[in-house]
Each structure stands twice: as C-alpha cells, then as structure tokens.
C-alpha cells in the first residue's frame, strides 16, 4: 500500500515556492464550477464532498517533511471545508483570485446563491489534480448529491494507494543520450531571433488597474444551440475541426492587434495536453493526478490569413508533434536539464488554447436545472488563454487573463472580434 510517496521533480513547483524563478505555480488552484437553478442543500453537499475524499487519496494526501525532501503522505480522513456566500458574480470573481489554505485539505468549495440560483465551485491544489481531473470530480461530486438528494445512500470503493506522479510514470520512455542531447540544447540558451509576438503588456502599472480580488479574469462567450450547430456546420465545410477554427480565430484577431500592421509575423499556439491517453496502458480521465504538460505550435499569421488555414497549419502540426511524442520528451528534459542546473527558459506563447471539448451534462436532483459549467486557473506571469468547449450543446469561449497585464479594454476587442467572426460564420 502507497500511502506515501516523494512529491516527485514535476510536482514540485506546485509546492516550493519557485517564483523567484519565474515558476508562478506554487499553491496554485484549479477552480470548476456548475450553475444551476434550484436551491442547494449545504449539508448534503458537506457529505458528497466527503465521499469524494474516500474515493480518491490524493485528495486527502498532506505534505510532510521527510528526510529527503518533501513527501505526499495519505490521511485517514478529510473533510473539505464548504463556505456559503451570498451573491454569484461578485463572489466568484473575488474567490477565483483567492489562494485557499491547503494545510487540512486538497479540495475546497463554495456554494454561491442568488435567489433561485446556485453555483457550486470545487478549488483543487493543481500539484494533485489538473483541469481534467478537476471537471471529472465535479461530475462525481454531482453524481453523489443527486443520490444523496434522492434518498440513497452512495458508497464508493475508499481508495489509500497514491498515484505514481506522471514523470515517475514516463521515467524511462526514452534512451538517456536522447534526453541528455536534448538538455545540451537548452544548455546552449534561447534564440532570441525566434521570439513570438504576443500582445503588448497594456496593464503593466497602469493607473486604476483591477484591485488583487479583481486581478484575474474570466471572460465567457455562450452561443445558443442554434449557433453552436451553425458554427460546427461552418468548420465541416472548411474541412477543420470547431477546436482548429477557433484556434485560427483567436489566433488572428490577436494578429489584428500586433504591428505591423501588414506582413507576416512569427506566432506560438500554447497547447495543453493530457499525458494520461500518452501512457500504456492509460490512465483513466478520472485519476486525480496532475498529468498536464504544455506544447508550443509555431505559426507565421498574416493579418489577410483565414482562420481555418492558420488553424489547419496548428491543428496539422500539433498532430505531427504528438506522433514524435513530443509532450513527453520536452517534460523530462526540462526536468533533467533542471536537475542539472541548466536553466530552462520559461516559454513564450502568443495566446494559449485550452480545448476542454465535449463535456457531457452532468446529473442534478429533481426540480433543478443545469444552466452552464466552466473553470479557472491562472497566476502571475502566465500568458492568456483561450478555453473552448461545448456544454449541453452549447458552444462556451472563455477568455482568462491576468488583468494587471492586459488591460480590460485590450481584451474587449478581442472579445468582440471573436463574437462577430462566429456569429457571421453562424448566418
């Protein structure tokens, strides 16, 4: 039984306090959310949170010092702790800005109401879980409160055997002279040539800047059925995917802002990927583990490209990159090459695309409603991005940014050419 276990090099900057070198990550949380129209009960949702802890370890896993270093040891019980609020808007944008206290529990949440409304939001500690896992717990945590709310009596299977991190996982998937050659790569520094465009930092220290409860940003466009069916019509007949026409869009409406005004500029599309399909066997999507690493896709835009070429150039290449295992490769060479003292350059990216797809509607109780879903996560220094999925057919786009770097009405225009390049696909 592993009830503990190293927290492994990968997982690390999740729980060191690295920022000094540029790794905005420490204690960082990932936020899911589902709004929905009825009435929450506070005690049955302090039970279903419960359940979730029983069912997966990493949840009630603590830090603890041990004699080399840092350790994820098991505990025998966590309660989540669960905090009422009234209001939605306001609340939800203070609390996503918010750094919960992770020293009783991995898993926080929030009940947030308006009337008839309810929004329930899960903060998971992102060393132990991603986006992934993240939105995976908060279909369980529903399953377990319609149950409960129907009079059963759910039991999972209780689970105390850590998951092994994803590097220890990969450890081995490549000869050490293949890795070793690569770290003598980043040994030799950036090419500053090859910098991407990004868009100008409008917020740095500008006068009136959002207050520290009001810094990071989640921007949604929703688009009714109707829409999302004409939008999906649109990509099939270009011959892309919704994911690679959206990529393609926001990739150049941010071209749009950038000088000069006329020919091509160097461009990276910062992908996410989910390394538990990468292993073999997988890992089910449910493990809750931090299995995420992130891809660069260079890309030349031009301000007359059309979004379906630019995303079927991203979508071809990310591709190409995931046959060469390129995800994999790039994390344990990073990882050597620190382990070394070789510093890795943090990456540059011109805007991130986060494609979370298809996310099924999850249960609710009887007499209540699901109205949408989404999730956050962002810190210091990290570059905006784009989150694309489709929630009981409807297509959501959100924006998240960090509003002391970009200024609200940078974001705005993006926002809108966004709106009007989808909607105009749409008629």
Known sequence: ????????????????????????????????????????????MTRALGL??????????????????????????????LTVRDGIDEPFAELINHRPDWTESMLHAWLLTDGERSQVVLAVHHG???????????????????????GANPAPERRDDLPEA?????????????????VDVLAQGPDDTLKPATLPTE?????????????????????????TDAVADAARARG????????????????????????????????????????TPELPLSTVLNCITGLQTPVVVSHDDHPHTVGREVAEQFAAAL???????????????????????????????????????????????????GGTSNAPGMPPKIGAASFGGRLLLQNEYDGWTY?????????????ASLEGLAR
Request: with cysteine.
């Open 203 to 227: 917020g740095m220290g500008r006068p009136g800047r959002p207050a520290p409860a009001r810094r990071f940003v989640v921007d949604r466009l929703e688009f009714e059925p109707e829409v």
């Open 240 to 279: 892309v995917t919704v994911n690679s026409l959206v990529t393609g869009l926001v990739l150049t409406a941010v071209r749009a802002q950038l000088a000069p005004e006329t020919g091509p500029l160097a461009m990276v599309c910062g992908h996410g990927v989910d390394l538990r399909t990468r292993l």
């Open 323 to 373: 046959s060469r295992r390129d995800p994999e490769r790039f994390l344990l060479t990073a990882l050597r090459a620190g382990a070394r003292g070789v510093a890795v350059p943090m990456p540059v990216v011109s805007y991130g695309i986060s494609n979370v797809g298809r996310i099924p509607a999850h249960p609710v109780p009887e007499g209540m409603s699901l109205i949408r879903f």
């Open 128 to 150: 132990v879980a991603d986006g992934r896992s993240a939105f995976a717990l908060l279909d369980e945590f529903w399953q377990y409160y319609t149950a409960l709310a129907a």
């Open 166 to 182: 994803i590097d220890t996982r990969l450890a081995g998937a490549f000869p050490d002279d293949e890795i070793d050659a690569l």
């Open 1 to 44: 039984m592993i009830i503990q276990r190293p927290v492994s090099p990968y997982e690390s900057p999740y729980f060191f306090d690295l920022r000094a070198a540029g790794l905005p990550l420490y204690d960082m949380p990932a936020y899911v959310e589902s709004l929905v129209r009825g009435r929450m009960d506070p005690a049955l």
């Open 52 to 81: 979730l802890t029983e069912r997966h370890p990493m949840l009630r896993s603590g830090v603890v010092a041990g004699a080399e270093g840092l350790l994820l040891r098991v505990r025998d019980r966590v309660q989540p702790p």
């Open 407 to 419: 200024s609200e009405e940078q974001m705005g225009r993006l926002r809108e050419t966004m709106r």
